[in-house]
């Protein structure tokens, strides 16, 4: 169960995001308990950390979200936080308490999905897997989460993560049965790939870092059935 909180002054705005967040539920099957305050001084009251996400207005009548968010921050250094505001200009602030990101008035479904969507990976990330990768020279701990896709070469797996490229011995069988309940698919013989980088799909490829990655002709349909879950 997800439990995310909305810090928002004006009814209409509480209303919208509580039926953008039933609609969420309902595309993605996602189970989320929402709470909802009125002004910063609200949630700052009484808080206690078991919020994993809140959605912060910046503009309020009595404490402000900025300042409602520093006295989060002071209690609360895992909460994600993301603002509401209809000026872009001061979600610029939400660096100095390390906010993920903001959300423009007037809101649209198609945006917020994508702000939950990004939010809702690194509330994932909160409770880490880690992958034991066996190079030439190291044994390296990587988190699940860094590794973006895995590419097969006879008995070479290339891990391609943010920074870098890991080569080590193995199987694809084996790293497909390890990683697929962390949202991994096996889209062709060749390829393992991460389904939360998928950016697109386009001429029988996905879409990772720019990279067109080969889907298979028959699982075409089962990757688009499982992408649409983790998306």
Not at 38 to 45: M, S
Not at 61 to 71: C, N, Q
Not at 79 to 101: H, P, Q, R
Request: hydrophobic share 35%; with cysteine; net charge negative.
């Amino acid at each position: 169960m997800i439990h995310i909180a909305i810090v928002e002054d004006e009814e209409k705005y509480r209303k919208q995001l509580r039926e953008y967040i039933e609609q969420y539920c309902e595309k993605s099957g996602k189970q989320i308990q929402t709470s909802f305050f009125q002004d910063g001084e609200d949630i700052i009251e009484n808080y206690t950390a078991d919020f994993d996400l809140i959605f912060m207005d910046i503009q309020m009548r009595f404490m402000d979200g900025m300042t409602a968010a520093r006295e989060i921050r002071k209690l609360d250094k895992k909460v994600i936080l993301m603002f509401i505001t209809s000026i872009a200009t001061f979600a610029i602030e939400g660096y100095e308490v390390d906010a993920l990101d903001y959300i423009l008035k007037p809101l649209s479904y198609n945006m917020f999905e994508q702000k939950l969507n990004r939010a809702l990976l690194r509330v994932d990330g909160q409770e880490e897997h880690y992958f034991l990768i066996q190079t030439s020279e190291e044994t390296l701990r990587i988190k699940v989460t860094e590794i973006h896709y895995i590419e097969s070469h006879s008995h070479i797996m290339a891990y391609h993560l943010p920074d870098r490229i890991l080569e080590s011995r193995g199987r694809l069988d084996d790293l497909e049965e390890q990683l697929s309940p962390y949202g991994f698919y096996r889209s062709n013989r060749g390829y393992l790939i991460n389904l939360h980088y998928v950016t697109g799909v386009s001429d029988g490829c996905c879409i990772i870092d720019g990279n067109m990655l080969p889907v298979s002709r028959r699982k075409k349909a089962e990757f688009m059935e499982k992408l649409s879950q983790i998306l």
